[in-house]
């Protein structure tokens, strides 16, 4: 199993960016499909990005369709959202998430297994 660990979450002003990291610890990194979800208060959970095994394919909300770049350094067992044009609405809590099962990518929370304990994004107007 893997132990995703996020860090660079933050306040930042709206159009401003933010570089979220997610550490991977535990087993082979490069078998894990990874998500980046958020939950803002009263709200579901949702994926905003995941990206398969390799890299080669990732997935995106339409609500961050152009702002929000996904990406992952399997050497460095580490997964990124590079988080461009924040706006108010994007605030929330922001997971990292690791699905081991198969390499398609997957955007229901229940098909990933193993998560991290979240990091604030605060986007004020």
């Known amino acids: 199993q893997v132990q995703p660990v996020e860090s660079g979450g933050g306040l930042v002003q709206a159009g401003g960016s933010l570089r979220l990291s997610c550490a991977a610890s535990?087993?082979?990194?490069?078998?894990?499909?990874m998500g980046w979800f958020r939950q803002a208060p009263g709200k579901e959970r949702e994926c905003v990005a995941a990206?398969?095994?390799?890299?080669?394919?990732?997935y995106y909300a339409d609500s961050v369709k152009g702002r929000f770049t996904i990406s992952r350094d399997n050497a460095k067992s580490t997964v990124y959202l590079q988080m461009n044009k924040l706006k108010p609405e994007d605030t929330a809590i922001y997971y990292c998430?690791?699905?081991?099962?198969?390499?398609?990518?997957?955007?229901?929370?229940?098909?990933?297994?193993?998560w991290g304990q979240g990091t604030q994004v605060t986007v004020s107007a």
């Open positions: 998430a690791a699905r081991f099962t198969s390499d398609e990518i997957r955007t229901s929370p229940g098909a990933y297994g193993y």
């Open positions: 535990g087993r082979t990194f490069s078998n894990y499909v």
């Open positions: 990206i398969s095994r390799s890299g080669g394919d990732t």
